[in-house]
C-alpha cells in the first residue's frame, strides 16, 4: 500500500483532529435530551435517591461493556457498522444493516423534536411570552374556550405549535411553521455534517459544552428559587421499597441502554475514524461515566425548578382560596395571610360550615404539586415553559432553555446522521470521485421530505410510535447480536487479543465475564421482560380532544389495527435483518458451491486488516 | 337591594401595596361623584346629582351596594341596564380616578371588554426564523464554495509536479487539458475515478 503523497491519511480515511473532538463526540452523541427530560422523572417516580443502586449496576454490567464493545469493534475494523459486520462474517452483515436502519427511523423523528424547541426558540424573543397569556374569544368577551378550560401553556403546545387532531386516524393539515422550522433544523443539521466528522468535529467544540455552560446557570438560578429545596429534597429522599418492584430494574437498564445510544452504528462510526493504537477501554469508561454525571448533574435544576412550580402553584391555590373566603365573609383585605390560613379555615369551618362548604374550596396540597410527575415533551414545553413565566426576566431564561435542548439534540443527532452516513459512503452509493457533501445533502434532503409527515396534525401521535417502538425492542435486538456474534462467532480470543494490540495492555477478567455472559443474559432478560410488557396491554395512546368530557385530561385511545401493524413493523423490521441476511448469504453460498456448506467463512481479524 | 343596585368590590391593597390609601367617607363622596359623572354623560341630561347615588352595607372588605335615583320620577331607581352601560363607558374614568384597575375595581355584575393584545404586522417569530435561516444558509454557500476551491487546489497540484506518473497518464490518457476539466466546476473528475482501480485495494 502506497500512500498517495499529499494526503497525510494513509487509507484515504479521515480522521480527527484530536482525541479530545473524539471523546466530545461520543459524550455528545450519548448525551440527549433523555438525560434532562427521562432521567429525572425515573429517579423521582421510582423512590428518588434509591433509583441509584439498581441504575448504577445496570451502568456497570451493561452500558460500560457493551459500550467498549462497540468502540472497540469501530477501532479495530476501522469501518462504518455494515462494513464492520460484513468485515466479521457476511452472516452478521444483518447486524449492521439492522443498526443502520434504526439510524435512520430515529434520525428522522429526532429532528421533529427539535423543530418543536427551535420553534418555542424563536417564540421566545416577544414580550409577553406568546405561551403566558391566551388569545380572546371572537367577540372579546372572554378567551379562547379551548385555551380557557387548559392552560395557556397547555393551548400554545397543542393548540399553537402542533395543531393536533383528536385522533392518530386523523391526519390534519400540514402545519406551514412546522415546515419552515423543520427546513431550518434540516439545514442546520446539513451545514454541520456536510463533510462528514471534519465539520462535525468543529461544530461538536460548540455543541456538547454549550449545555453544561446553561445546566450551570440554571443549577445557580434555580437553588435560588423559592420551592427549590422541597423539590430537590422530593427528589433525592431515597425509598427503598420501590427496589421490591422489578419495573425499577426493567427502567434503568433499559435507561442506561437507551442513554448511551449503543446498537445504532454510530459509536462504530466515530470510533472507525481513530487510530489504531488507542485505549478505547479508557475511552468507553470515560464517555460512560460522563454520561451518567450529567444526567445526574441536569436533575438538579431541573427538580429546583419543578419544585418552584410546584411551590408557585400551591401558593396560587392557596391565594384563590383566601380571596374566594374574604369576598365571602367581606372581611379586610390582608386578614388572612398564607401563614394563618390553616388557623382561620378551622375557625371558620366551626362557625359557619355550610358558607364554607358552599365555596367548594380545593384543598391544597405541596405534596400534590409535587407529585405531578411529567417526562418527555411534556416536561420541557408544558411544565417547564410554565416554570420560566413564574421567573423574573423570563425571555432570557426560555431562550437560554431551548438552545440548550436544541444543542443537546443536535450533538446527538450528529452520531445519528454519522450512522447513516459512515456506511453509505462506505458502500459507495455515490461515485467515489463525486464530493462527500452530495452524499450528506441527499440524506438530509430525503430526510426532510419523508419528515413532513411528522408536521401533520396527528404528527407528534406518530412520533411517539416512533419513540416507543423503533427506538426501543429493535435496539435490544441488535445489541444482543452484537455481543453475541464478537463473542461467539468473531471469538473472545481473538477479539482480546485484537483489544490488547489496540490498547497495549492484557484484557481485564471483568471484561471477559461481561461480555461472555453477563451482558448477553442482561440483555435478554430486559428484551423479554421488555416485550411481556408490552403485550400485557393492547398499545394505547392519549390524545388531546377538547369535545371530550373529561377535558382538560387527555382522552385515552386505543391504536385501529392498521396503527398496530405499523407498530409491529417499525419494531421487528430492523431485527429482522439479521437473520434474513444471514439467510440470504446461506442460500447464495449455497448456490455459489453447489455443497451444503456451514462453515463458516474466513474472518478476518482486525490486525490483519490494518497492518 | 332591589335588582337596579349593584355590588362593588374594591381591593386597594393589592392594586397599591404600600401606597394605598384608606377609603373613608371622602372616598365615597368621590365615588358617588364618578357613578353622577358617569349618569350624566351617558345620559346627556345634567340631572343627575350627587345625592343621587346611594351607598349601602359598607363593608372593611371593602365592599358595597348603591343604587342611582332618579330625582325627576319621584324617587325610583334607574334600571339597572342604563347604570350598566353608563358604568361600561365610562369604565376607564373610574378606575383612573382611584388609581385602580378592572380586577381590583370590580363590579360584580358588569363584565368589562377585554383589551385585545398588541399584534405586531409581522409577527416576531417570522423575523427570528428569517435571520436564524440567512445565517445557515450563509454558512452553507461558505462551506460549499470553501469545499469546491479545496477540491479545484487539489485537482491542480498534480499537474505542477513533474515526477508523478499520473500526471503523464492525464494528458496522455484523454489528451484534456486539466484546466478544462477543472471547468466541469471540479466536482466530478473522470480521470482520477479512473485511476482508483490502478491501486490495490487495501
Known amino acids: ?611 | 337591594d332591589a335588582q337596579n343596585a349593584f355590588k362593588v368590590r374594591i381591593s386597594i391593597k393589592t392594586a397599591l401595596g404600600d401606597n394605598a390609601y384608606a377609603w373613608d367617607a371622602n372616598e365615597e363622596y368621590l365615588f358617588k361623584a364618578m357613578v353622577a359623572f358617569a349618569m350624566r354623560r351617558y345620559s346627556s341630561k345634567s340631572t343627575t346629582q350627587i345625592s343621587n347615588v346611594l351607598l349601602c352595607n359598607v363593608t372593611d372588605r371593602v365592599s358595597f351596594w348603591f343604587v342611582v335615583t332618579d330625582s325627576s320620577k319621584n324617587v325610583t331607581t334607574v334600571p339597572g341596564s342604563e347604570v350598566e352601560a353608563a358604568i361600561r363607558m365610562n369604565r376607564n374614568r373610574i378606575n383612573n380616578a382611584f388609581l385602580l384597575s378592572d380586577k381590583t375595581l370590580q363590579f360584580l355584575k358588569i363584565t368589562s371588554t377585554l383589551s385585545p393584545p398588541v399584534d405586531p404586522p409581522t409577527p416576531v417569530w417570522l423575523i427570528v426564523f428569517g435571520v436564524v435561516l440567512c445565517l445557515i444558509v450563509a454558512g452553507i454557500v461558505f462551506l460549499i464554495v470553501s469545499g469546491i476551491q479545496k477540491h479545484k487546489k487539489k485537482n491542480k497540484e498534480p499537474t505542477e509536479r513533474e515526477n508523478l506518473e499520473e500526471k503523464v497518464e492525464v494528458t496522455l490518457e484523454n489528451g484534456i487539458p486539466c484546466e478544462a476539466l477543472d471547468l466541469k466546476a471540479g466536482h466530478i473528475n473522470g480521470v482520477f475515478a479512473a485511476d482508483d482501480d490502478r491501486f490495490t485495494s487495501l
Open chain 1, 1 to 611: 500500500l502506497s500512500a498517495t503523497p499529499e494526503a497525510p491519511k494513509e487509507d484515504g480515511r479521515p480522521k480527527w483532529d484530536n482525541k479530545f473532538q473524539y471523546i466530545l463526540s461520543c459524550i455528545g452523541f450519548a448525551v440527549g435530551l433523555g438525560n434532562v427530560w427521562r432521567f429525572p422523572y425515573l429517579c423521582q417516580i421510582h423512590g428518588g435517591g434509591a433509583f441509584l443502586i439498581p441504575y448504577f449496576i445496570a451502568l456497570l454490567f451493561e452500558g460500560i461493556p457493551l459500550l467498549h464493545l462497540e468502540l472497540a469493534l469501530g477501532q479495530c475494523l476501522r469501518k462504518g457498522s455494515i462494513g464492520a459486520w460484513n468485515t466479521i462474517s457476511p452472516y452478521l452483515g444483518g447486524v449492521g444493516v439492522g443498526s443502520w436502519m434504526v439510524s435512520v427511523l430515529v434520525s428522522l423523528y429526532y429532528n421533529t423534536v427539535l423543530t418543536w424547541v427551535m420553534w418555542y426558540f424563536i417564540n421566545s424573543f416577544q414580550e409577553p411570552l406568546p405561551w403566558s397569556v391566551c388569545p380572546l374569544n371572537e367577540n372579546r368577551t372572554g378567551f379562547n374556550e379551548e385555551c380557557y378550560e387548559s392552560t395557556a401553556v397547555n393551548y400554545f403546545w397543542y393548540r399553537k405549535t402542533l395543531n393536533i387532531t383528536p385522533d392518530i386516524a386523523e391526519s390534519g393539515t400540514f402545519q406551514w411553521w412546522l415546515i419552515l422550522c423543520l427546513a431550518a433544523c434540516w439545514a442546520i443539521v446539513y451545514l454541520c455534517t456536510i463533510r462528514g466528522i471534519e465539520t462535525t468535529g468543529k461544530a461538536i467544540y460548540v455543541t456538547a459544552i454549550f449545555p453544561y455552560l446553561v445546566l450551570t446557570i440554571f443549577l445557580i438560578q434555580g437553588l435560588t428559587l423559592p420551592g427549590a429545596t422541597e423539590g430537590l429534597i422530593y427528589l433525592f429522599t431515597p425509598n427503598l421499597n420501590t427496589l421490591k418492584n422489578p419495573r425499577v430494574w426493567l427502567d434503568a437498564a433499559t435507561q442506561i441502554f437507551f442513554s448511551l445510544s449503543l446498537a445504532f452504528g454510530g459509536l462504530i462510526a466515530f470510533a472507525s475514524y481513530n487510530p489504531t493504537k488507542n485505549d478505547c477501554e479508557k475511552d468507553a469508561v470515560t464517555v460512560a461515566l460522563v454520561n451518567s454525571m450529567t444526567s445526574l448533574y441536569a436533575s438538579i435544576p431541573v427538580f429546583s425548578v419543578l419544585g418552584f412550580k410546584a411551590k408557585t402553584a400551591y401558593w396560587d391555590c392557596l391565594d384563590r382560596n383566601i380571596i374566594n373566603i374574604i369576598n365571602e365573609f367581606d372581611l379586610p383585605e390582608e386578614s388572612i395571610m398564607r401563614q394563618n390560613y390553616t388557623f382561620w379555615i378551622s375557625f371558620l369551618n366551626s362557625s359557619y360550615p355550610e358558607k364554607i362548604a358552599g365555596l367548594k374550596l380545593k384543598s391544597c396540597d405541596l405534596q400534590q404539586f409535587l407529585d405531578q410527575s411529567v417526562s418527555g415533551t411534556g416536561l420541557a414545553f408544558i411544565v417547564f415553559t410554565q416554570a420560566i413565566i413564574l421567573m423574573p426576566g423570563s425571555q432570557a431564561w426560555a431562550i437560554l432553555f431551548f438552545i440548550m435542548l436544541f444543542s443537546l439534540g443536535l450533538s446527538s443527532m450528529f452520531g445519528n446522521i454519522e450512522g447513516v452516513f459512515t456506511p453509505l459512503l462506505e458502500l459507495q452509493i455515490i461515485p467515489k470521485s463525486a464530493p462527500k457533501e452530495l452524499l450528506s445533502g441527499i440524506i438530509c434532503l430525503i430526510s426532510f421530505l419523508i419528515a413532513l409527515c411528522f408536521t401533520l396534525g396527528s404528527g407528534s401521535y406518530w412520533i411517539d410510535i416512533f419513540d416507543r417502538y423503533a427506538a426501543s425492542v429493535p435496539l435490544l435486538i441488535i445489541a444482543f447480536f452484537e455481543v453475541i456474534g464478537v463473542v461467539y462467532i468473531y471469538k473472545i480470543k481473538r477479539f482480546s487479543e485484537d483489544v490488547e494490540w489496540m490498547t497495549g495492555r492484557k484484557l481485564n477478567l471483568f471484561w471477559q465475564i461481561t461480555w461472555r455472559f453477563i451482558s448477553p443474559l442482561l440483555l435478554l432478560i430486559v428484551f423479554m421482560a421488555f416485550v411481556i410488557l408490552q403485550m400485557q396491554k393492547p398499545p394505547s395512546y392519549t390524545a388531546w380532544n377538547p369535545k371530550y368530557e373529561g377535558f382538560p385530561m387527555k382522552e385515552e385511545k386505543v391504536y385501529p389495527p392498521w396503527v398496530q401493524a405499523i407498530c409491529v413493523l417499525l419494531a421487528a423490521l430492523p431485527g429482522m435483518c439479521v437473520p434474513l441476511v444471514a439467510l440470504f448469504h446461506l442460500v447464495k453460498q449455497r448456490h455459489r458451491s453447489k455443497e451444503p456448506s456451514f462453515v463458516l467463512p474466513e474472518v478476518s481479524s482486525c490486525q490483519g486488516a490494518n497492518s
